[in-house]
């Protein structure tokens, strides 16, 4: 490069304006020649960093091959993983992806912060089961990423396909898995059949919790939104004098596990769902999700040293990270005080939800105590 430079000041020294213009073209055509010598020496020179360097490599590489490594692999948030994966990623741009129902679907890459991916695993129930508590305390895993906000793609948005769905996912390194969670997904009848359609791969997670418990905190939910809402027992019972429960009302619905779970079984293997006790949740956050790492293939790294009891929340919550940040417990609507039901209208629930409790203990090989 420094030749041809010098080579333009010789030339507008020593010769003539005439001879000048021919000079001036062949530097700039030796300028041109060079220019395509480099390009086919590094052809993909965007990513170079050798898979095997430390990212300390960005201090030794040279000129311009250097620079180019710096404005991926030295920025403060790249990280060497990810200089490693964003070559994967490269690889993999030059591919289609095919997604479970055999649909070729571009890839979305961004050289910067990798894929965006379908989901691995999806927290697919229940309502007011401890949904929100799960996916927060599992995405302080490393190898997690997730979704923010429910998606309700397999129930209300399945019309916008694949890509949309996509779209609304974090970017993932190979090494991490991608979930997101909708409650809503374990009640509606199609999404097991077109979540198997998507990958019969999934790992599925189900929170699960007393229904009697989960149905009471489900109406206090709907009765903070709507307050002028009919009684719990007029909506729970069709006839409470003659216990008849009434199993249209969704609040009620919801809380048939064993129902829901055959559909389920028609598309997944038992052993791709696990089945999380919204009560030891709260009892024993660190167990339950030594639970789910262990189902989601990953190291053990979200512990008891990651929570504390917060007496004034009543529930556990996650502590200060070492860094920086302040301690956090889930918000207002998580956690809320439960309106009181008498009783009779209790155990009448109870009544009701005993055989349907018995055949869901029976199905997934565990006892969840709820009496
Ligand atoms: N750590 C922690 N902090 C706060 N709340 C916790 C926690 N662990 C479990 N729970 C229970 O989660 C219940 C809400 O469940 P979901 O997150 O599934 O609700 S939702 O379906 O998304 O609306 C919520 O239900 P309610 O107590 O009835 O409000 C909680 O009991």
């Given amino acids: ?9 010789l030339f507008s020294r020593l010769l003539p304006f005439s001879h000048r213009l021919r000079g001036t073209s062949v530097c700039l055509l030796s300028l041109f020649l060079s220019y395509l010598c480099y ?9 170079v960093q050798k898979s095997g360097n430390p990212p300390s490599s960005c201090q030794r590489a040279d000129g311009a091959k250097r620079r180019l490594q710096k404005s991926l692999s030295c920025l403060p948030d790249a990280s060497f993983a990810d200089a490693t994966q964003l070559k994967t990623d490269q690889r993999r741009a030059s591919t ?10 571009p890839p979305m890459v961004n050289l910067k912060f990798g894929n965006k991916k379908l989901p691995n695993a999806i927290i697919v129930g229940v309502k007011k089961g401890g949904t929100r508590a799960v996916l927060e305390f599992i995405r302080i895993h490393p190898d997690v990423r997730a979704a923010g906000t429910e998606t309700h793609f397999f129930d209300r948005n399945y019309d916008r396909g694949l890509e949309w769905y996509r779209g609304l996912m974090p970017r993932t390194l190979e090494s991490q898995i991608t979930m997101e969670k909708t409650p809503s997904y374990f009640v509606t009848k199609e999404t097991p059949r077109r979540i198997s359609t ?39 019972f069709r006839n409470q004098s003659l216990g008849l429960v009434d199993m249209s009302w969704n609040a009620i619905r919801i809380g048939l596990y064993a129902l829901h779970l055959e559909n389920w079984l028609r598309y997944f293997p038992l052993a791709q769902i696990h089945f999380v006790s919204g009560e030891r949740l709260i009892t024993d956050p660190a167990g ?25 929340k009543g529930f556990p919550c ?11 417990c889930l918000g207002k609507s998580k956690g809320r005080t439960h309106v009181q039901i008498d009783r009779d209208a209790i155990e009448q629930l109870r009544d009701f939800y005993r055989p349907y409790n018995v055949k869901f203990y029976e ?7 709820w009496e």
Avoid: W
Avoid at 2 to 8: K, P, R, S, T
Avoid at 223 to 234: A, H, N, V
Avoid at 288 to 312: C, M, P, S, W
Avoid at 320 to 325: F, I, Q, V
């Fill in 39 to 47: 390009c086919a020496l590094f052809p993909d020179s965007a990513v």
């Fill in 1 to 9: 490069m420094y030749g041809e430079m010098a080579c333009v000041l």
């Fill in 288 to 312: 339950e999700l030594a639970r789910v790492q262990d189902f989601l293939g990953l190291k053990r790294i979200v512990t008891d040293k990651h929570f504390y009891f917060n007496r004034t």
């Fill in 318 to 328: 996650l502590k200060k990270p070492e860094s920086s940040g302040s301690p956090r």
């Fill in 96 to 105: 289609l992806h095919v997604a479970g129902n055999n649909t070729p679907v």
């Fill in 363 to 369: 199905m997934v090989g565990h006892d969840f105590k």
């Fill in 198 to 236: 998507m990958s019969q791969d999934t790992k599925l997670i189900v929170v699960v919790r007393d229904p009697v418990t989960r149905a009471i905190s489900d109406y206090t939910q709907t009765l903070s939104k709507t307050p002028d809402l009919p009684s719990f027992q007029e909506l729970a």
